[in-house]
């Protein structure tokens, strides 16, 4: 019952920034945990990064530590993923979702999903 919709993909060079927003609404039968995946046909799922809905634990995984950083809108209502010193390797689908439990974003899955943004990054 939760929709979903990324905003903010794009182009960008090596070590350019952008900001991925993700509009949230409807209510989350309990998904709490929001977060930021990635993937490209013929590529495993990445979770990139998850937060709870409180903005509570935010956290990021290892290949873009230092890089990226996971929000949420005063209101809770808007998932951001600020992308910075972005890499040709970052170059991929990113989908805004809502997990049940941390773990389920561990296991790179989760209950509802956005249609995803495209971020291309080149040289």
């Known amino acids: 019952q939760v929709q979903l919709v990324e905003s903010g993909g794009g182009s960008v060079q090596v070590g350019g920034s952008l900001r991925l927003s993700c509009a949230a609404s409807g209510y989350r039968y309990g998904s709490d945990y929001m977060a930021w995946f990635r993937q490209l046909p013929g590529k495993e799922r990445e979770g990139v990064a998850c937060v709870y809905i409180s903005g509570a634990s935010p956290y990021v995984a290892d290949s873009v530590k230092g890089r990226f950083t996971i929000s949420l809108s005063n209101t809770k209502n808007t998932l951001y993923l600020q992308m910075n010193n972005l890499k040709p390797e970052d170059t991929d689908m990113y989908y805004c979702?809502?997990?049940?439990?941390?773990?389920?974003?561990?296991?790179?899955?989760?209950?509802?999903w956005g249609q995803g943004t495209q971020v291309t990054v080149s040289s």
């Open positions: 979702a809502a997990a049940r439990t941390f773990g389920d974003f561990v296991r790179n899955q989760a209950t509802y």
